[in-house]
């Protein structure tokens, strides 16, 4: 079930009953509440029922045990294609969706159908089609073909061509409601209690894939040398220096990662609990760590010097301690 995008499905699911469903579709919103979880939903719906057996089923929902539903869970329907970035030589996810990725979707859909009229294409996401895919793909999308309904993930629809935007119909996903992420949690996670939710849901701002990740990744550890920092700041700079060690391991990419992604919901929601004027002093961090975290990935910055460079801003936001 996809839990929170009720106005998502309605529209999708309105648009196939009643035969006027547009051909391509752009899901956009923030990373990890459930738009590729819902393309995966909606290309099954579509591709089960167009072959049948029919089944009755609310919501998005195909039964686990039709046998399209089957197919498309063990990555071998014929009629639907996924499309993300690869993994390199090196086994590395590679920078973008080539265009040869893109040319090979052309000769898929220049086939005819094999299990009924339809087919599917997920692009997951279309923010990491190179230029020359992206003018490959928007091709396809001014001249489909029958019966192709192309979904588009997008985390950010504003760097996507504006030919491509133009001729999507938009569906919006909004980060989750703390009941909706308890709900959804509570069945990925069978295995955490109530306390453990409850510290993952704040710092995941509303984003299931994030709250995963540091589930994942143990970032507890993280989270608390952060925030003793934070509240209690780092005169000798070893916290920071630790924290930078912790980070810097060639093993720790994950975890250096998830700690970028983590770092300014953190301090957003420590500065809704200060006093001014140390919570100007928490709002100014925010931006400054939001900002380094953005471009340290883009520009390949040393981890242990970045996450160095963000304890220094944390240790900003304490009162100064009187020698």
């Known amino acids: 079930m996809i839990a929170g995008h009720d106005k998502a499905v309605e529209q999708f699911r309105n648009a196939w009953n009643s035969r006027s469903l547009h051909h391509a579709w752009l899901l956009t919103g923030p990373r990890g509440v459930g738009k590729a979880h819902f393309a995966r939903a909606a290309a099954a719906r579509l591709l089960a029922q167009a072959a049948g057996p029919q089944f009755e089923a609310s919501y998005l929902d195909t039964p686990d045990d039709h046998p399209i539903a089957k197919l498309i869970a063990a990555g071998s329907h014929p009629d639907m294609r996924w499309l993300e970035r690869l993994e390199n030589d090196k086994g590395n996810l590679a920078r973008n969706i080539t265009v040869a990725q893109v040319r090979e979707l052309g000769e898929f859909l220049s086939l005819t159908p094999a299990l009924s009229p339809w087919r599917g294409v997920v692009i997951d996401s279309a923010d990491d089609l190179e230029k020359s895919a992206a003018n490959a793909l928007l091709k396809m999308l001014e001249e489909p073909p029958a019966n192709t309904v192309f979904l588009l993930v997008s985390h950010a629809p504003g760097r996507l061509l504006p030919t491509i935007r133009s001729r999507c119909r938009r569906l919006e996903f909004h980060s989750l409601s703390d009941d909706a992420m308890a709900s959804v949690l509570g069945t990925l996670l069978p295995g955490s209690n109530g306390a453990e939710l409850q510290r993952l849901i704040p710092l995941a701002s509303g984003s299931v894939g994030r709250a995963l990740a540091f589930a994942s990744l143990e970032l507890a550890t993280l989270e608390r040398d952060a925030l003793a920092i934070l509240r209690e700041g780092d005169p000798d700079n070893s916290r920071r220096s630790d924290l930078a060690g912790q980070l810097a391991r060639k093993a720790a990419g994950e975890r250096y990662s998830a700690f970028l992604d983590l770092l300014p919901s953190l301090v957003a929601r420590e500065a809704r609990l200060l006093p001014l004027p140390q919570r100007e002093r928490a709002l100014d961090a925010y931006e400054k760590v939001r900002e380094l975290v ?24 304490p009162e100064p301690r009187l020698s």
């Open 294 to 317: 953005a471009i340290a990935p883009r520009l390949s910055l040393d981890p242990a010097a970045t996450v160095f460079q963000l304890g220094g801003i944390l240790a900003s936001v």
